[in-house]
């Protein structure tokens, strides 16, 4: 048995080392052509692409600061229409602030809350998706019933409650919103786990011995990948709009920070002579969350068959076709 | 289906209820301070205090937990700050215009997405399908409250033919109604449409083709009936998700008298007890839809067993 | 129907090219079949999976989809063609009535949603126009026929709820319900229990025989075409290699890959050192092998093999035989097997 257990230690350890730059070249190659097969997915990885860039590089492309005032610019249209200044591109809000570089600006608070939330809901949730999947039993009862209750909750009230007791800071914003969004990846690592336990090579690798960890590592998780990432991409979007959403509210980023929603709740009561001011962090907010949504339909209609079967619209007939 | 199913699941949701309260119970008054929350910042030490005898927040938290239960089941959730009468009593007022909006707003949306999505799903590929499924991802990454103002200042400022905001007329509720529904129809056209294509491909839609009944039967009554089940499963959830959620964003933007305009007016005035009676209230409704939406399923498809 | 077209062939496959234009090419299913039916006849379709035999039957009822499309070739029913560009109300009205089908998987080819009854009397309805008690009468006729006990009950029962067997005779009976002239069952006991494949296969011939249905029965396995078909048409790579009475294929088959099929077929009748399958696999579709499509797994093959397709040429006894070297033992052995039992 220990024989039989470290040989395969030592192949499975050997192969990655000849295998893994070959590999990653290949990956990529397949990436760039299932691109140029989805325009639009290409479309979104292209505007996601630039969002992050916008937002990493904001304070250098941003032409003013995010929050200087200027009364005496108040309230300025867009350069291309009369009255506008070209040194205001996108125009001013009732402030006099530059909504280009508001709008810059905002794309760090929206992909910062979205990954943050993301990596902590996705971490918290996996994990106890894989215990609840793994070792079954009281553990996974347990996990689960909580999983079915909070699913139940009213979630975004319940966010409003606590967001009005506790003050919001980007660090309260992201737990709140992490502890709503947790459940689906939880449901969705036991769900894989369980099937994939059935199947044979794990089977096979838990008579030979290997401890659960690894079992889990080498050969639980990498089924996870494609179904998590595609989930992970999802809530993503749904995450940006959401605080964009509890800004809006006045429940999430407050000033003088900025922030899409922010800005749009503000812009609000100038609707009727100040068009531009929900226009333009409310198109940013939609394009982000588009581009995401591409994105997502993108890998999941590359990683899965099924999926690729429904793009490429071949179903029957290729089941017809047996060998 | 038996009784036990209905007394278990009814267990369930009782279970949820309480845990919400729980939770509300302990973020009120645990984390912070409700007096502070609820008071102005001016007010002396003595009003403080009073105050907080008023809320019986002066007596040991195992009394207070004991009290809050106790007045619950009698539906005593106490007095509205804001309002100065029982706060349930405002909540009830409000609740119909919340499930007018949501109730309608989801229809509409079952409307536009299920022909969309089962045209679509006909000739996956093509022109059709290509055209709803990027309006349908268009449509659910659309901000609401934004969308809801886009709206506005089209429909409203911009050509005048319809109310900016309050309930009334018929014509108030178009917008709201069309706000809470788009993002809907996206993501209710997506899973119309991927599930349609995943009966069309089924042998028992071959042999309903090949008893040489017409299209419109086979597609809309073999394949549709199978692929219901899914696309109401998410109808059940976007209900639950507008009710519990988008009403409140949408409601705001639109100033619609319901459960959400009145959540964050309660947030303004700081109304602790007004906000946590609504929070109750839509827990209540959103059991009640998970245990409809069990029925619903039973009824739709004769397998699925309710133990 | 006019007595001219009763005296042809109830149905002709004429050089039926089917293919599927999919994302990894064009795969050529259907390579120019040609069989025929007659009255009261039950042809066996024989071939391993992929061999287009159910893509055959797919095209007589009007299955094929996209990506799938017929590029040649023609279907004619009672002497009139389902495919003809004015044949499409012709076809709708013979489909499903005249020509029934009844599918390989009884678990998945009846809605689950809908109970048994519904699926039945809803073809009634529709083709003979029948109203919903006379339908339901009808439909309980017709499960009796086909040897379901309590038929009344059963009509309100969900597929679920009943066996595998009875869900196939429920199947067959409502490919019966508007009195079809030709049955075409496309693996119908595959799925099935062996027991239960011998009742259904009996069933089946009992059928044939008191309502003078014409069968077309596609299949992979010989045994089933022993037991219930007059003649047997055998396909390799979308095309027919070899037809014939199924008593004279049996005895003494002409083309290499039916003697394979037959040394790779479990008999009782017949004492067999071993069982082989033919070695090699089937070709890939979307690139046909130039020449006779068998030449790759055939011992006999020659160069004319590799370089030209031989058509089906007709043999003495009605037999018909696509092969450069018809009769030749393939396989050693076989012959003296073969002679030993005629």
Known sequence: MAMTKSTAGTLAHAAPLHGRPHELFNALRGIARELRADKLGAFGTMILLVLVIVAIAAPALAPYDPAAQSLADRLLPPAWLAGGSPAHWLGTDHLGRDVLSRTIHGARVS???????????????????????????RADTIIMRAVDIQVAFPALLLALIILTVVKPTPGTLVIVLAANGWMVYARLVRGVVLSSRQSLYVEAAEIVGCRPLRVIFRHVLPNLTSPLVTLATLEFARIVLAEAALSFLGLGVQPPATSWGLDVAAGKNYIFDA????????????LTVLSINLVASWIRIATDPRERQKRFARGAAVSEMGA | MSA???????????VVVLGVTIVVFIVTRMVGDPVRVMLPIDASDEQRQAFAHHLGLDRPLPAQFADFFAKLARFDFGESLWQRRPAIDIVLERLPATLELVLVGMALALLLAIPLGVIAALRPGRGWDRATVSLSLLGLSL?????????????????GLLPTSGRGTPGHLILPALTLALPA??????????????????????????????????????????AANPVLTLAGWELIRSLAGYAVVVETVFAWPGLGYVAIQAIQRQD???????VFVVAIMVVAINLAMDLVYKAIDPRIQLE | MSAAAAEGPLLQVKGLQVRYFTERGTIEASRGVTLHLDRGETLGLVGESGSGKSVTSQAILGLIREPGRIVAGDIVWKGRSLLAADGAAYARRVRGKEIALVFQDPMTSLNPVFTIGLQITEVLRHHLKLGRRAASDRAAELLDLVGISAPRQRLAQYPHELSGGMRQRALIAMALSCEPELLVADEPTTALDVTIQAQILELLGSLQQRLGLSILLITHDLGVVAALCHRVAVIYAGRIVETGRAADLFARPAHPYTMGLLRSTPRIDVVRPRLVAIDGTPPDLSHPPAGCAFHTRCPIATDACMAEAPSLVPQA????VACWRAFTPAWPGEAANRRARG
Do not use: C
């Open chain 2, 185 to 226: 129809t996206g993501r209710l056209a997506m899973i119309a449409r991927s599930s349609m294509i995943d009966e069309l491909n089924q042998p028992y839609v071959q042999t309903a083709i090949a008893k040489g009944l017409p299209l419109r039967r086979v597609v809309g009554l073999h394949a549709l009936r199978n």
């Open chain 2, 4 to 14: 036990g199913f209905l007394l278990r699941r009814l267990g369930h949701g009782i």
């Open chain 1, 275 to 286: 068009w531009w001011l929900v226009t333009v962090p409310g198109t940013a907010i939609a």
């Open chain 3, 317 to 320: 006894g009605g037999r018909t």
């Open chain 1, 111 to 137: 992909l910062l809350v979205g990954v943050a939330v993301v990596a902590l809901a996705g971490t918290f949730g996996t994990v106890l998706g894989l215990v609840a999947g793994y070792f079954g039993g």
């Open chain 2, 272 to 278: 602790l007890v007004l906000l946590q009676t609504v």
């Open chain 2, 143 to 159: 901000p609401q409250f934004w969308l809801g103002l886009l709206l506005i200042i089209l429909f409203a400022v911009e050509w």
